[in-house]
């Protein structure tokens, strides 16, 4: 399929946009008619650059409020579209995107619509233009697809078709089964938007929440699966209005835009029944099962190692050539590389580790969804390595840890067992990493993990901080084997708190009071939860006398779903970064929600009482 | 009236809450409870805190999903509600908010609701606290005060009354005209919120968009009108679920929620036919009759003069005791403040001056609504000067220039006419200013521009820079001889961006293609508007060849409303800002916001070709 993209999605000067949308390696580009007024480049300089740039210019738009007017609009539309088709043909554009009518001035009348859309068809005829009808979702008498397709089928006319635009159809909850029925070539254009459900009016949803399909809420993969049905071979074009992706850098949403539509295209393959690796050479996903380990980049071991020593981990080995050691308990791992720049300011979780069945695939998986492949071969005596970065920065290791068929990470490690021998805590393996996302790059990330891992997303939540509302979504396989949650500040936080960019590794425990017990009996700093927090966890639950006192007295953290029970607590925040300890009963499936608002608030408290030392 | 807000309503720990509350002047707090669970004050330091700054702590809340549930659970809401109980107790807190039940096990059942709620009042009556059931606009089976009323009513219990909450009444524009039969000792709580006006789910509004009395669309004033009249003597209490706020500094937001409950306090009584002194000495406003001036700060005068003297005005006098240089046209008044620190990264629009009929009466005013009032005296020969700042550091004078009953601002100006004498240009007046704020502060600012100055806000509008979605929103006085535009740069713009706090004075010109025609002659620089723009002109328009050639020529933008006719073009920007020349025609009312875009991308433009330089 050709790959389009609706200037209007992306931020900067046209110029600006155009150069990001070729970059990206898309096709061509839909015109949003406010980018090129407010530009100084001429429709011929406009139309120069896009072709050099390797991009046709597919559509222009939008043209309003036009078809079901008394005459004497009718001639006022007649007259502004000519001037439309002269800028038209100096851009080289053959498609002109007419909305349905939102203005108080439209008639009720499907026929008088008809005939004057199809005056317009003639006129546009005239200049070889192509007329591409859209039924908004908040059209004044025409609000869906089908209503549109009935109007364009009366009018039958050549040069006019139809626009099918995702979010117009989903976000109106109007069947897009009767796409079927539509001849392909009479449509003429499909744009893409997904959106997540908030429960809003349409028109405000639309104008500010829209974002790349795989990102939001609908099923834009079964739309063009209906659309691709009709035989229509034109491009997929994307169309968002976002309040974000307006100020966020135009490269970089472009490319998020691409990954997008690679990833659509897979799933409308899918869903088509055919292979994805038929459908666009997409190498197919190859799910992690499970962390292989967390690296921390810290200034040195020590302050992270003493938390992880009383954590039961023991340092079971240390990298051949660079300053990194390796601690373990049970299949739990983690790194602490004191070489790092990024560690300087204190430990920073700069990358993970995940098992997977096959290395060298998931690279190419992620290096087809556009992910930053990192080098094989560190150093010359290294074992080759399967990386790449994700859109925070985080390297993400794929790893085949210690099996007979494959290379692993921990041939660079010579071992180190510590006097105390293998470790004797309960720890078993790492429950989930939290990764803090900065704000206007949340629904990046979130389609990354679950385009790139084949990661499956959760409902998106927003936590009360003391100092504003944080998002968080994780992203999950399957059985739980990689959980990784996305935290994101509020939107406008400012860069400089440290703060807001906290990471975690959850570690899970096969026993947490014992674990909380090894900790205090080494002297380990946890974080202290507030009494009042104890008093209403007895107000909600009654979990007996001798229990709640338990958890009080250990500083625990309580909560239950309808499947099992979670308890968890917290270490003291080193850098940037903590480790969580977490133990699951029951299939709970949750990553204690609740529970965190109480625990940024004593967070924060924590940092501010520090402060003045 | 007390006057009381929730700590939800503020950013921060709970101690940091409670200092800004009682800093701010309130009488009491609501203790939102998850503001406690993460605190570490335990209910007995809360309880001592708010009594050293001088708060009552006027309810605890919220205590959910309580009434008409079968009897288990009714059985968990009791034991739930004595550990609250023991709580409120330990801060000293009598009264106790119980939401409407929002969960899927509530039973549509009025008389069991009333039952059960009785029990509850029952039990509090024994720890002599309070129980004020409120009705949540999304609660499942009572949603609306009227409907809450007939079941408290019904459990005629002395322990048990109403919460009433403004946004929860006028956000499902139930009609509050019969509040006024409920008796006033049967209110036990008043909470007020406003919000604008958003087409969105009454939850989702609720949780993210509240705002301050006079903030937002609701008549929050007539609502508290119909519950004053019922003998309600309890606290006005603010409880604003905000993202901004949440984030913002405590102190000042407590401030401006100060500022909301006084000028509230002014229109309620003015509602109820009393006069604004007569309610609480509040001054009454002294509404500007025009601007007497606006004041730039620049490192040097000269390239401002060189503007302005290409606009036909002339240095009509120099301060005698300061590098302040004051430029002359019509009324339109110019201080160029070679002198200040603020100016030293170019110039900035640090000060406007606005003739009032009572420069003193306008200062008192401010002053009584939290504006910090500026040195009388700034030099020893200087005329005494009546001024305050407002919340983005705007310095706001209040003057009676050359006018027989008071000492003058020009006083302190020596004159100094240019050797081409007079003004001999188009210029009349200021017709505008233009004043960014920071994305934070924006409904502070406009709050303080309407009661601070009376001026009466206009429709809040969003205009797509290239760059993000600004806001924007005028406030005037009726006649127009004052109007002031508030724009906002995107939320979480980036501090650093000076192209994001672009201030414009706009000159209003009796003839502004005579007044375009002297920039050319004169060989000063226009704002560029892109060709695009005429031939999309052209296209909405028919103005006749030659007017739309002119228009072209001249680099005029034009707009239009059903009264008239604007025309408006741009200096170039110099610093921070920039000058518009303006000419109203026929009643136009706006600013000509339809060309903000291509404003925006053109100065946008503008500053990336000179990045180069």
Request: proline residues 6%.
């Amino acid at each position: 399929m050709r790959r389009s993209i609706a200037t209007v999605s992306l931020s900067g000067s046209l110029a600006d946009k155009l150069t990001a949308v070729g970059a990206a390696g898309f096709d061509g580009v839909e015109i949003f008619e406010n980018d090129l007024l407010g530009s100084d480049m001429s429709p011929e300089d406009v139309r120069r650059r896009a072709a050099d740039l390797g991009l046709t210019i597919d559509l222009y738009q939008p043209f309003r409020d036009f078809e079901a007017v008394p005459p004497d609009l009718l001639a006022a539309g007649l007259r502004r579209a000519e001037h439309k088709f002269a800028v038209m043909e100096r851009l080289g554009a053959t498609r002109l995107l007419v909305c349905s009518n939102v203005s108080a001035a439209a008639i009720d009348d499907d026929m008088l619509a008809a005939e004057q859309l199809g005056l317009l068809a003639e006129r546009a005829a005239e200049h070889g233009i192509e007329i591409a009808y859209e039924a908004l979702a908040w059209g004044r008498h025409v609000d869906d697809y089908f209503h549109a397709w009935q109007i364009v089928r009366t009018a039958d006319h050549p040069n006019l078709g139809m626009c099918l635009d995702s979010f117009h159809i989903l976000a109106r909850d109007v069947d897009p089964y009767a796409i079927r029925t539509i001849p392909g070539n009479k449509i003429f254009f499909l744009q893409l938007a997904d959106a997540p459900a908030l429960p809003m009016d349409v028109l405000y949803w639309s104008r500010h929440y829209r974002c790349f399909p795989g990102q939001g809420d609908l099923d834009v993969t079964g739309l063009v699966d209906h659309v691709l049905r009709t035989g229509y071979d034109g491009p997929l074009s994307l169309e968002v209005f976002n309040d974000i992706f307006r100020q966020a850098a135009a490269m970089r949403t472009a490319q998020d835009a691409m990954r997008s539509l690679i990833a659509l295209e897979e799933g409308v393959a899918q869903r088509a029944g055919g292979s994805a690796s038929a459908s666009g050479a997409l190498p197919p996903p190859v799910v992690p099962t499970g962390f292989a380990f967390a690296e921390l980049a810290a200034p040195s071991a020590g302050p992270v190692g003493e938390v992880l020593g009383a954590l039961g981990f023991v340092r079971g080995g240390r990298h051949t050539g660079k300053p990194v050691e390796l601690w373990e308990q049970g299949a739990a791992r983690i790194l602490v590389n004191s070489g790092s720049a990024e560690g300087q300011d204190g430990p920073a979780l700069g990358a993970i580790g995940l098992e997977t069945p096959d290395p060298a695939a998931s690279v190419k998986r992620a290096e087809a969804l556009l992910a930053p492949v990192l080098p094989r071969l560190r150093g010359p005596q290294d074992a080759p390595l399967d990386a790449v970065a994700a859109p925070d920065g985080t390297e993400v290791f794929f790893c085949r840890t210690a099996r007979p068929d494959h290379s692993s990470w921990t041939d660079d490690f010579a071992q180190d067992r510590s006097p105390a021998g293998a470790a004797t805590g309960e720890i078993t393996h790492i429950d989930h990493v939290a990764l803090t996302q900065p704000w206007h790059h949340f629904d990046e990330a979130s389609l990354f993990y679950r385009s790139v891992l084949g990661l499956r997303p959760h409902d998106s939540l927003e936590l009360p901080d003391p100092y504003g509302l944080m998002r968080s979504r994780a992203v999950s396989t399957e059985d739980g084997g990689v959980r990784v949650a996305l935290n994101v500040a509020y939107v406008g936080a400012h860069d400089g708190r440290d703060d807001l960019a906290w990471q975690h590794v959850a570690l899970a425990s096969a026993d947490i009071v014992a674990t909380a017990r090894r900790m205090r009996a080494a002297g380990a700093a946890t974080l202290v939860v507030p009494d009042n927090y104890y008093d209403d966890l007895e107000a909600r639950y009654d979990l007996g006398a001798e229990r709640h006192l338990l958890l009080r007295e250990l500083g625990l953290l309580y909560d239950r779903d309808d499947r099992g029970e979670f308890l968890h607590f917290y270490t003291a925040t080193i850098g940037r970064v903590f480790f969580e300890i977490v133990q699951r009963t029951g299939g709970y499936r949750g990553y204690g929600a609740a529970n965190a608002p109480v625990r940024l608030a004593a967070q924060h408290a924590r940092r501010t009482r520090r402060a003045p030392h």
